[in-house]
């Protein structure tokens, strides 16, 4: 029974850091946000969560003949134009027959295909329409409300706004009917990963995946695939080295860079921290800072880990330089008894007693009762008084930043340390320069959402660039993953556009519609400075802290500082405790 | 866990008006199930009683009918996580939008959590698990709450056929069976509540089969019966048509705040219609639907009650303390309904238990993962799965 409880608190964890390092990487400052305009009930799509088709015929359900249903309209027939055999000739038809739900006729064996099963159960727009484009997303679903997720409300602002009534979809060929957007989410949960993929791939065939996973899920997927099916997979967050790197025929691009691109975030932070550290602490000069740099055997942890080691400076020298003031630790995610391995760790650590607590690592860092808490709760024990250490928080933590929150809290009201935020800061992802997208962005998603998550611009701005890549890519009716990577490529230089909704859509149409032509497009995130050979958006990291907004409670301050990788220096204000910067 | 400590099972829910099930102690000798039922024989023992235990460890109790020797129908309400609270459906068949979010599913519930018995009591042991579940995930309970579950062991039971390519027609008689109580409060005890049926009911309404076909006041693939039928515990029962004893619906909601109330509408989800997901659920066992019997010259309207495609139905557990006494006029005790052909024995169906390629037989641990997730994430909702309670306060 232990052992039981301790396996699926290790896959809960797994999944905590998964949706860490999904849902919350993007951190824009929206302080400044017009008020809300109010919110209607979430969950609406574009063209209708259950399509419903044209088609007015053939009310007897079950399979037709290869000679074809009677239900076929005109131009559902000219889509089936190729159909010699087969159980299905429309999309309308296997919508009707599967009761009304989402399914598509597979053009390769006109076979009928239910878009949602048990690893995707979520699918939006006019699957019945048979110009309908399909491709695959993931999320981190709520069991209960699938539905109501941020990752899901973001997707479906640009989906409606695309594919909605105003748009319609992307322009047809010549003069022909627009190609409405059909989105099939799947969970990107550990145990669903897997057959999600094959269901996209395999069953619906889709020539795209929004993929929302990790790394090591996207490499694999990638790998499994890529001689049977040629899908384009466009990763709204960050992704690893060996994912970035590794030849891809240009099919994996990302939008939040890799974790060397923090790195030198980290760097300039700790040599904040030290400043800080050695004056309120009154260390001589011949005093040694003594740092801990934590991180996990995750793909992306340990990628982020090895890219940050081998860029800290303190004492004037290198990580490694620096000997025994220097303790990299490596926690196992795996480990069936999480309680214990957590426990030794963070007596090893306060055994070290470090100054400063680097994490390179997911939510078994800073999750409820992770290693943050249990050093803190562990130093006071220390047989050699010191006070307690300054953090730095990763990426993946400023994803769930709650469980530190109430540290400090509980700090407050229950210990002697009356200012415990100073003794944190944390790395994120910088917004765009000018967040004037952004913010609009998120007044559109009030309007979807009840209660939104703001900071997953990161989420819109992948079907946008999806959608445009698949227009420049080709019109032809079945679309490639080879084609929509070429039409990516259309995107990242020319004329200037921003992302959002009509009337700002169809300029980029006609503009993309000359062959030749390339386009910039201008993102919530900011310019497209994607790598053109790796695919991959490299991103500024920024720095986030906590204030009190009361005597006993902090709140989260994001995007204070942005790390300006030219000059190789910090810009903004920094606003949570003094001495720290400039 | 004990068999003591309770069920409350869900059935259909009301749109109007809901109350909440109390868990409390098992006094399921003392229920009788459906309203103004009667005992179901033996021909009947098709019709297995679902238990799903939840994580919290509360449970949730239906019924469901054996269509293949490894697979079962039901509701889908009855294998999915349901956001409880009252909720109103529209004659389209979509969820009125309403603040408690009531009446929306989910994802499964884990496969392996859902256990089946047969008729015969006390219960024991169960027969089978889930092994996957196959449904076209509805986001509500309003449409489509229809749902199959591949078990992991062939059950030697009777299977029920399934009415398929024409649908129930107004006014056809049929006969609900299940598992159910005849209060809404009633509580269950899964090891002994019998199984019940309601013979002479009527098919007051066929919605269309597709939304398309334009709105009426019956729902898309839905079966409407007026008056008291079914109660709680009797969701995912089987609408039986008389004639042929063939499956027409899935019991899924009742509109009305008391089972027993002389007005009260019950809605079933009607199974013709579902012929993509049919085909589906049945390639994913590796078995055929039984076909519909073709009722005998002068027999319409008289026969059926319930599967008469029993592998053995002679042979088959008596679900009804002190006897059989049949779920047929003048056939208490006999088997004689069973129809023509022949339906298939389980051992010779050539259904597979194997496990296919999905992943909806997820183990708990998917929930649980997801749901810490949900925890963590900030955003949406940041609800449990909800407890048998629960599930009764949305359904009634």
Redesign the interface.
């Known amino acids: 029974m232990l052992a039981k409880r301790r396996a699926l608190r290790a896959t809960l964890l797994l999944a905590l850091g998964l949706s860490g390092a999904a849902g919350c990487l993007v951190v824009s400052p929206l302080d400044d946000l017009p008020a809300s305009v109010g919110g209607s009930a979430g969950g609406t799509s574009a063209g209708g969560r259950n399509a419903s088709g044209t088609n007015t015929g053939g009310t007897a359900p079950g399979k037709t003949s290869s000679g074809g249903s009677a239900a076929a309209d005109a131009s559902e027939g000219a889509q089936a134009g190729s159909a010699g055999s087969g159980e299905c000739l429309t999309n309308a038809e296997c919508v009707r027959r599967g009761a009304d739900d989402p399914y598509r006729c597979r053009p390769s064996d006109h076979t009928c295909v239910a878009l949602k099963n048990g690893a995707c159960p979520l699918a939006y727009g006019d699957a019945a329409d048979p110009n309908a484009i399909y491709f695959g997303a993931f999320a981190t679903l709520n069991p209960v409300a699938p539905e109501d997720n941020s990752i899901v409300w973001s997707h479906l602002l640009a989906l409606n706004e695309l594919s909605g009534d105003a748009v319609g979809g992307l322009p047809g060929d010549g003069v022909g009917p627009r190609r409405p957007l059909v989105m099939i989410v799947c969970n990107n949960a550990n145990d669903v990963v897997e057959p999600g993929l094959a269901h996209l791939a395999e069953d619906v065939e889709v020539p795209a995946i929004i993929a929302t996973l990790k790394p090591g899920d996207l490499r694999r997927g990638f790998e499994k695939y890529r001689a049977a099916h040629d899908i384009f997979y466009l990763s709204p967050v960050s992704v690893t080295s060996t994912v970035a790197t590794e030849p891809d025929d240009n099919l994996i691009w990302a939008l939040l860079g890799q974790p060397s691109d923090f790195a030198p975030t980290y760097t300039a932070l700790l040599k904040l921290a030290e400043k800080r550290l050695r004056a309120d602490r009154h260390m001589q000069t011949g005093d040694q800072l003594k740092v801990a740099l934590v991180t996990t055997k995750d793909a992306f942890d340990s990628d982020l880990a090895t890219a940050v080691g081998q860029v800290l400076v303190f004492n004037g020298m290198s990580a490694d330089g620096n000997g025994a003031n220097y303790f990299p630790v490596t926690l196992d995610g795996s480990d069936p008894d999480q309680e214990t391995m957590l426990a030794t760790t963070a007596q090893e650590i306060v055994d070290f007693g470090p100054d400063v607590v680097v994490s390179a690592a997911s939510e078994l860092f800073s999750m409820d009762g992770g290693l943050l808490h249990s050093i803190d709760t562990t130093w006071p024990g220390r047989e050699v008084e010191k006070p307690l250490p300054f953090y730095i928080l990763s990426p993946y933590n400023a994803g769930n930043l709650n469980p530190a929150i109430q540290l400090m809290n509980d700090a407050i009201a229950f210990t002697n340390e009356t200012d415990p935020e100073q003794r944190f800061v944390g790395v994120s992802v910088a917004g765009a320069r000018d967040n004037t997208l952004q913010n609009q962005y998120a007044l559109r998603l009030r309007t979807l959402a009840k209660k939104p998550y703001f900071d997953t611009a990161n989420y819109y701005d992948a079907i946008y660039f999806l959608a445009y890549a698949m227009y420049a890519g080709g019109t032809q009716a079945e679309l490639s993953g080879s084609s929509i990577a070429s039409g990516m490529q259309r995107l990242l230089s020319g004329m200037s556009y921003d992302i959002g909704p009509s009337p700002a859509i169809e300029p980029i149409f006609d503009a993309l519609k000359a062959p030749a032509t390339t386009v910039h497009i201008a993102s919530t995130l900011g310019p497209p400075d994607f790598d053109p050979k790796t695919g991959v958006r490299p991103v500024d990291g920024s720095v986030l802290c906590f204030q009190k907004v009361d005597p006993t409670t902090v709140q989260p301050r994001t995007d204070v500082l942005r790390y300006d990788r030219d000059q190789a220096t910090f810009t903004g204000t920094f606003p949570c405790f003094d001495n720290f910067f400039p | 866990m004990t068999g003591k400590k309770l069920v409350a099972s869900v059935l259909g829910l009301c749109a109007l008006s809901c109350s909440a099930v109390e868990p409390g102690e098992a006094s399921g000798s003392q229920a009788e199930a459906i309203i103004a039922g009667e005992p179901s024989g033996a021909e009947q023992d098709g019709v297995v009683l679902l238990r799903a235990v939840l994580e919290d460890k509360s449970e949730l109790l239906c019924t469901a009918s054996l269509v293949g020797p490894n697979l079962i129908m039901t509701a889908r309400h009855c294998v999915a996580?349901?956001?409880d609270g009252p909720f109103s459906c529209s004659p389209s068949g979509e969820l009125i939008?309403n603040p408690s979010?009531g009446g929306?599913l989910?994802?499964?519930l884990p496969a392996a959590s859902l256990e089946i018995y047969a008729g015969k009591t006390p219960r024991k042991s169960p027969l089978a698990h889930g092994l996957?579940?196959?449904s076209?995930?509805?986001?509500t309970i309003c449409?489509?709450d229809l749902a199959f579950v591949v078990l992991d062991t062939a059950l030697d039971l009777p299977l029920l056929p399934l009415r398929?390519?024409r649908p129930a027609q107004p006014q056809e008689l049929a006969v609900l069976v299940g598992y159910g109580t005849s209060e809404n409060a009633q509580l269950i005890n899964y090891k002994t509540q019998a199984r019940q049926q309601k013979r002479g009911l009527e098919v007051a309404g066929v919605g269309p089969?597709?939304?398309?076909?334009g709105v009426t006041t019956v729902p898309?693939?839905t079966l409407v019966v007026d008056g008291p039928s079914g109660c709680i515990g009797d969701s995912g029962g089987p609408l039986l048509a008389e004639s042929s004893g063939a499956v027409l619906g899935i019991y899924s909601l009742q509109r009305g705040s008391l089972c027993a109330a002389p007005h009260v509408r019950s809605q079933l989800v009607h199974v013709?219609?579902?012929?993509?997901?049919i085909?589906?659920a049945f390639a994913a066992a590796g078995c055929e639907p039984v076909p519909e019997p073709k009722p005998e010259a002068g027999e319409a309207g008289g026969a059926g009650g319930a599967g008469g495609a029993t592998n053995d139905a002679g042979a088959s557990e008596s679900s009804t303390p002190g006897g059989a006494t049949g779920g047929l006029p003048g056939a208490a005790g006999e088997t004689a309904t069973e129809p023509e052909p022949k339906p298939k024995a389980a051992k010779s169906s050539g259904c597979s238990v194997s496990s296919p390629?999905?992943?909806?037989d997820?183990?708990?641990?998917?929930?649980?993962?997801?749901?810490?997730?949900?925890a963590?994430?900030?955003?949406?909702?940041r609800?449990?799965?909800?407890s048998t309670a629960q599930r009764g306060s949305a359904n009634g």
């Open positions: 996580y349901l956001t939008d979010g929306r989910g994802l499964d996957q579940i196959i076209t995930f509805p986001p449409e489509n398929l390519g089969d597709s939304i398309d076909d898309p693939r013709p219609p579902f012929q993509a997901l085909d589906q390629r999905r992943s909806a997820a183990a708990p641990s998917l929930l649980l993962l997801a749901l810490g997730a949900i963590r994430r900030g955003s949406g909702r609800r449990r799965p909800p």
